[in-house]
């Protein structure tokens, strides 16, 4: 990075330069070790996330004299988070906008999560049915007690019939299709 502030500031991304600099300021100021992450440019243009951790280093009057610190490179974390935010928001996209009525249940049988599609079925609001246990819209107990045994034992339902309470107080039958998601082998 150079010898001086100032070539140190030329490598910093410039939408992150004012932020660092006030950060080694205060850093001076306060004499506490400062951790950032922030961009830098490299001499090929090539822009590289780095985590850095720095502190002042003192003369015997205390006067802030030299700085030294580490930087470790995260590209690769912040290319995996921003693949991974992307990921999730395709998921979300697709989950709140697809045709047929999605929800997520947890191994406790409440409702984690649904898709506007399953509430314009069923005619309750989100607030309503997320939360609530699944068994609060199943008409037929002994059908959703053998759908959630199936499930907890790994299988998966293709078109399997059930009939689900409206808001209204009217049935629907439905054909469920679902699998169940399990995290070091326990049924979540």
Same mark, same amino acid.
């Given at each position: 990075?150079?010898?001086?502030?100032?070539?140190?500031?030329?490598?910093?991304?410039?939408?992150?330069?004012?932020?660092?600099?006030?950060?080694?300021?205060?850093?001076?100021?306060?004499?506490?070790?400062?951790?950032?992450?922030?961009?830098?440019?490299?001499?090929?243009?090539?822009?590289?996330?780095?985590?850095?951790?720095?502190?002042?280093?003192?003369?015997?009057?205390?006067?802030?004299?030299?700085?030294?610190?580490?930087?470790?490179?995260?590209?690769? @974390?912040?290319?995996?988070? +921003?693949? !991974? $935010? #992307?990921?999730?928001?395709?998921?979300?996209?697709?989950?709140?906008? %697809?045709? /047929?009525?999605?929800?997520?249940?947890?191994?406790?049988?409440?409702?984690?999560?649904?898709?506007?599609?399953?509430?314009?079925?069923?005619?309750?609001?989100?607030?309503?049915?997320?939360?609530?246990?699944?068994?609060?819209?199943?008409?037929? @107990?002994?059908?959703?007690? +053998?759908? !959630? $045994? #199936?499930?907890?034992?790994?299988?998966?339902?293709?078109?399997?019939? %059930?009939? /689900?309470?409206?808001?209204?107080?009217?049935?629907?039958?439905?054909?469920?299709?679902?699998?169940?998601?399990?995290?070091?082998?326990?049924?979540?």
């Amino acid at each position: 990075f150079g010898k001086t502030q100032a070539d140190w500031e030329r490598y910093v991304h410039p939408d992150d330069r004012d932020m660092m600099v006030q950060a080694v300021e205060r850093s001076r100021s306060s004499g506490e070790a400062e951790d950032r992450e922030f961009r830098i440019i490299r001499p090929n243009g090539e822009v590289r996330w780095l985590v850095g951790r720095w502190r002042w280093i003192r003369d015997s009057s205390g006067r802030p004299v030299r700085l030294t610190g580490v930087n470790f490179d995260i590209s690769q @974390q912040k290319q995996n988070q +921003e693949a !991974l $935010r #992307r990921s999730e928001n395709e998921l979300s996209e697709f989950f709140e906008n %697809a045709s /047929l009525g999605i929800h997520w249940v947890g191994a406790d049988g409440m409702i984690l999560r649904v898709n506007q599609a399953e509430l314009d079925l069923l005619g309750y609001s989100r607030e309503e049915y997320v939360g609530r246990h699944i068994g609060d819209f199943h008409v037929d @107990q002994p059908v959703l007690s +053998e759908i !959630l $045994r #199936r499930l907890s034992c790994g299988e998966t339902l293709r078109e399997y019939p %059930a009939r /689900l309470r409206c808001k209204d107080g009217s049935v629907r039958d439905v054909l469920i299709n679902s699998n169940a998601r399990f995290e070091d082998g326990q049924f979540v």
